[in-house]
Every structure is written in C-alpha cells, then in structure tokens.
C-alpha cells in the first residue's frame, strides 16, 4: 500500500485540510509522498494518482471493474433525494450521442436572443452570474423544450434548479451537512417546482400532437412510453433534471471564463467579432483547461490489481480511484502554465504527443470517459458569447480573477465578482 497522507482522524480524516484549499493540498501531498498515495477522508478511501502510467490506467480501466458513474453518484447523492436517480433511461451519452444533436443547436440561437432581449440595451452584469443564467437558458431551451425557455416558466425553473444544484456539493462541500440534516427538505420541494412545470408544458404538446418539434424532451417523453400517468411525467422530469444539473456543473463556469478571457485579450475580441469561430473554440477549451478543478473518480466494483508508476497495487472494492486536474493541467509542462490560446489546435492539445501520457492533461475526459456533452458545450459557448459580443461593446469591471480556492469539482467559480459593463455597439 502507498503512502497514507494526511491525519488519521476517526471518519473525517484528512478532510478538514482537503477541503479548505483541495489544489494547494493535492500539491503538497504529491510533494510529499510522491504521485501515488491514498487519502481516508469522510469514511472513504482515496487511492490517488498523478504520475502518467497511474492517470492513464485511471482512464483506462473499464466502467465494470472501476466506476465513473458510480464515484460520481456516492459524491453528490449527499446534495440531492435518491429518488431523482431511480429511473434514469436517457443519460446524457444516449442523448448526445446521435447526430440528431445538430438539429438542436437553433435553440441555442433562439435562446440567446430572448436573453438579449431581457439584458436590453445598456448596464453591467457579472460574468459568472449572467452565464448561470445563459447556461440555463440554454439547457432548458435544448433539452425541456422552448416553452420552459419561454418567460411564462424560465425564472421559476431557474430558481428550483439553483436550489438542486448538484455542484454545490464540490463548490461548497461544506453546506451539504444543511441539506443532509433537513433531510433534503429543500429539494424536494424543488423537484416537486419542476416536475409540476414540465407536466403543464407536456399536457400542452399532447394537445397539439401535429405540432411536436421532436427535440429532446419529445426524445425523453417518448423512452417513458410504457409507463402511467401521473408516474410518466414525474420521471420525463427527473431524466431532464439530471441531465441539466450534470450539464450545469461546467457549462455556465467554461462559458464565464471563456468571455473573461476574451474580454482581457482585445486582438482575440476583434478576432472573434470579425468571424473567426475557430479562434473563439480554442479560447473555449484552454478557457477549460486553466480554470478545469475536475476530481475524476472511478469507483473499484471488484478487486482490482491498478498499475501505477510506482508499482501496482492491489484495491478492494468501494476504493476510489481519484486525480485532481488542477494539480496536472497547468504543471506537466511549463509552457502550459499560463494561458494561450493556441494551446489548442481544434479541440486537441497542441503538445499532446510531447507529454509523458496524453491523459495528464484533460478538458473533457479521455477515451471512453470524454464527456459526451463536448460538442453541444462547445456549441453553446460559441453561440452565446458570439452573442454577447456581436451585439454589445462589453468592458471589463475586473482585473485577473482567480479560481475559487476551496473548489473541489467542476470547471472553477471566480473569486471575486466579475462585472461588465455593456452597451451598444457602433
């Protein structure tokens, strides 16, 4: 067994250290102990690695020997009612994993204008607040139809899911102990908000079945065909809140980080305003790949022997097997330490095949762990911030924003507000 890092404490573990700045503390372990060694933190085992054979076996493994799903479930089921995750038949690989996705991306357009119209002409938004609200602009248009974009359901949604938010549980890993002491009192309420909205915009499709856009929500109502009323509606809205919450957790923060960034690089914002998309996706992705705070898990199902650099080890199941992208995206190489777009080329890391194993640097995932909401994230990205930056002169309010140190999970919150100030351009 490699090294234990941290105190010993009974259940908490090294948790109280961990959780208060999770990159610094990763940092120092490493320093410490090497690029294998396990954590005991709130009655699990971390087994961690972050040496090039230790990240690529982590992806390597297969999803019946070592689960993604699985880690990712036992992490935010302290955030949420396990009644949300009873049922679910449209995970988010099965949605997008179709080429129909592209028939899809007008929604973005049409959602993106309706959020124009509600900024209207003049005044200052946060980056980070006003991207929360695009990103769910943007998810509820696309996968619960334009009537729950639409003003009559868009802010009573927008409220119930902030309060569902799965992310919190890595954001603020400590406000989870409220959730579970009230019994999740708070969000199932919630879910009861969105399960009652989707059912009102569902009723009105079946009376107006020659009208149906076929999008993904008639995709989701149609894989829940064989089940009764009142039960169908109920789990058509649980499919669409998962899928939103996963896609909440990265979207809005890769999308608030991509127009800071742009905003703070005026060649780049020319660039962008004079058609170049290709430019505005590789200041998406290394947007993603600076600011990436992602702890990827699997979970052992079975004994495993796990090869790492130093060795392999053999782990029992409920181990989970964890790096942390913040310790390696901006490390492994010194030319990735700063940001620079052309990092990129494409949606592929441009120094890719000098690294010591390509999965040392990650964005979306590898392999057959690459997120399969890329290209709809990427998509939304490029539509609203060409959006945003077609129709307004947008000036920063802020100077250099840091990623939120206390961060375990996700793609970063700044930490510190992010205004900007916007008009009309000409």
């Not at 962008?272 to 947007?287: I, P």
């Not at 790492?308 to 181990?319: A, E, I, N, V, W």
Request: hydrophobic share 40%; net charge negative.
């Amino acid at each position: 067994m490699p090294p234990v890092a941290g105190p010993r404490l009974p259940w908490v573990g090294a948790a109280p250290g961990l959780l208060r700045d999770p990159t610094g503390w990763f940092t120092r372990q490493r320093a410490r102990h090497g690029d294998t060694f396990v954590v005991d933190a709130l009655a699990h085992r971390f087994f961690c690695v972050f040496g090039p054979v230790g990240v690529a076996s982590l992806y390597a493994v297969p999803e019946r020997e070592a689960s993604f799903g699985l880690a990712t479930y036992t992490m935010i089921r302290t955030k949420v009612p396990d009644e949300l995750f009873g049922d679910i038949r449209n995970p988010p690989h099965k949605l997008f994993g179709g080429q129909r996705v592209e028939g899809y991306l007008a929604n973005l357009e049409q959602a993106m204008a309706a959020e124009l119209d509600v900024l209207g002409e003049r005044g200052t938004f946060d980056a980070f607040g006003e991207c929360r609200r695009i990103g769910h602009r943007l998810g509820l248009a696309s996968w619960a139809g334009h009537e729950a974009a639409s003003p009559a359901h868009i802010e009573p949604l927008i409220d119930a899911l902030d309060r569902l938010d799965t992310s919190e549980s890595f954001v603020h890993p400590l406000r989870t102990v409220a959730t579970v002491a009230t019994g999740h009192a708070r969000e199932r309420r919630a879910m009861a908000e969105i399960e009652a909205i989707l059912a009102t915009v569902l009723a009105e499709r079946r009376r107006r079945p020659d009208a149906r856009p076929g999008d993904f929500l008639d995709q989701i109502d149609e894989s829940f065909a064989d089940v009764d009323q009142p039960r169908h509606d109920q789990l058509v809205a649980r499919d669409v809140i998962v899928l939103h919450l996963g896609s909440q957790s990265n979207l809005f923060a890769a999308l608030a980080w991509t127009l800071v960034n742009l905003l703070q690089d005026p060649d780049a914002l020319d660039a962008v305003r004079a058609g170049d998309d290709a430019l505005l996706d590789r200041f998406a992705y290394e947007s993603i790949r600076v600011a990436q705070r992602s702890i990827t898990m699997r979970q052992v199902l079975r004994p495993l022997t796990f090869t790492t650099d130093q060795g392999d080890f053999d782990l029992r199941p409920g181990t989970l097997i964890t790096t942390m992208l913040s310790t390696l995206n901006t490390t492994v190489d010194p030319r990735l330490a700063t940001f620079d777009a052309d990092h990129y080329d494409g949606r592929r890391l441009a120094l890719a095949d000098e690294l010591p194993a390509k999965e040392l640097v990650s964005t979306f995932g590898h392999g057959t762990h690459t997120c399969p909401a890329q290209r709809f994230s990427i998509s939304a990205i490029r539509t609203a911030v060409r959006a945003l930056v077609d129709r307004y002169d947008l000036v920063a309010g802020f100077d250099r924003p840091g990623p939120l140190t206390r961060q375990i999970g996700g793609v970063a919150r700044a930490d510190r507000p992010t205004p900007v100030h916007f008009r009309p351009r000409g």
